[in-house]
């Protein structure tokens, strides 16, 4: 589903997904207000989401969708790359964070990740979110209190997909298969009530699950 303001965006872009075999926009919208409620009626694998838009912007809208829907992927796709931009709408439950002046592959595969429930940020991004959020989680909390949430293994595999490894790299990582890590995060998902990793992350660091400091 598409929420940007500017038509001519917006057409574009679902010129571009619309021409993939596996991918297809079941809406678009222009407003904030408008997201909500087409999101509630189409139930959308991902929402590719802008900032600024008349009336409700993208960090209001998201926060709004994701209070009714948590396990709803939004990927945000704006021109603005300023950190206060970035950290809210991840705080707002956004699962990634593209810029417009991407490459057609790089969108494509943003969409198609985020849709997987991985994560959608560039290194250095998600390198900086990673800190900004460490600084008020506290430092590493000991694994009892994880452990009342997660397994062991789901905890392991939170802490390797924080360093931004791939599922088949974890899978090898584990000596386990990419199929086993794919259950181990959807189970993760849902007992963190979260869409994607990139939210997971994000809440094992202010738990104090996850250390930055070990990250590459």
């Given at each position: 589903?598409?929420?940007?303001?500017?038509?001519?965006?917006?057409?574009?872009?679902?010129?571009?997904?619309?021409?993939?075999?596996?991918?297809?926009?079941?809406?678009?919208?222009?407003?904030?207000?408008?997201?909500?409620?087409?999101?509630?009626?189409?139930?959308?694998?991902?929402?590719?989401?802008?900032?600024?838009?008349?009336?409700?912007?993208?960090?209001?809208?998201?926060?709004?969708?994701?209070?009714?829907?948590?396990?709803?992927?939004?990927?945000?796709?704006?021109?603005?790359?300023?950190?206060?931009?970035?950290?809210?709408?991840?705080?707002?439950?956004?699962?990634?964070?593209?810029?417009?002046?991407?490459?057609?592959?790089?969108?494509?595969?943003?969409?198609?990740a985020v849709a997987a429930g991985e994560s959608a940020l560039h290194p250095?991004?998600?390198?900086?979110?990673?800190?900004?959020?460490?600084?008020?989680?506290?430092?590493?909390?000991?694994?009892?209190?994880?452990?009342?949430?997660?397994?062991?293994?789901?905890?392991?595999?939170?802490?390797?997909?924080?360093?931004?490894?791939?599922?088949?790299?974890?899978?090898?990582?584990?000596?386990?298969?990419?199929?086993?890590?794919?259950?181990?995060?959807?189970?993760?998902?849902?007992?963190?009530?979260?869409?994607?990793?990139?939210?997971?992350?994000?809440?094992?660091?202010?738990?104090?699950?996850?250390?930055?400091?070990?990250?590459?």
């Amino acid at each position: 589903m598409l929420v940007d303001d500017h038509p001519v965006v917006r057409k574009g872009t679902r010129e571009l997904l619309d021409g993939e075999a596996d991918l297809s926009v079941v809406g678009e919208v222009g407003s904030g207000e408008e997201a909500i409620v087409m999101a509630r009626d189409l139930l959308p694998d991902v929402i590719l989401m802008d900032v600024s838009m008349p009336g409700m912007n993208g960090i209001e809208a998201t926060k709004a969708i994701k209070a009714e829907r948590p396990q709803q992927n939004v990927l945000v796709l704006t021109s603005y790359d300023d950190d206060a931009y970035i950290f809210a709408l991840l705080e707002a439950g956004a699962a990634g964070y593209l810029l417009k002046n991407a490459s057609e592959d790089e969108l494509l595969g943003a969409v198609r990740a985020v849709a997987a429930g991985e994560s959608a940020l560039h290194p250095s991004v998600a390198r900086k979110v990673l800190e900004r959020f460490s600084a008020t989680s506290g430092g590493m909390g000991s694994g009892t209190a994880a452990l009342d949430t997660l397994s062991p293994r789901e905890l392991e595999v939170l802490r390797i997909a924080a360093t931004g490894r791939t599922n088949k790299e974890i899978a090898r990582d584990l000596d386990i298969s990419p199929r086993t890590v794919q259950v181990h995060l959807a189970n993760i998902f849902s007992k963190l009530d979260v869409g994607s990793r990139t939210e997971a992350v994000l809440i094992g660091i202010k738990r104090g699950w996850v250390n930055p400091n070990d990250l590459g």
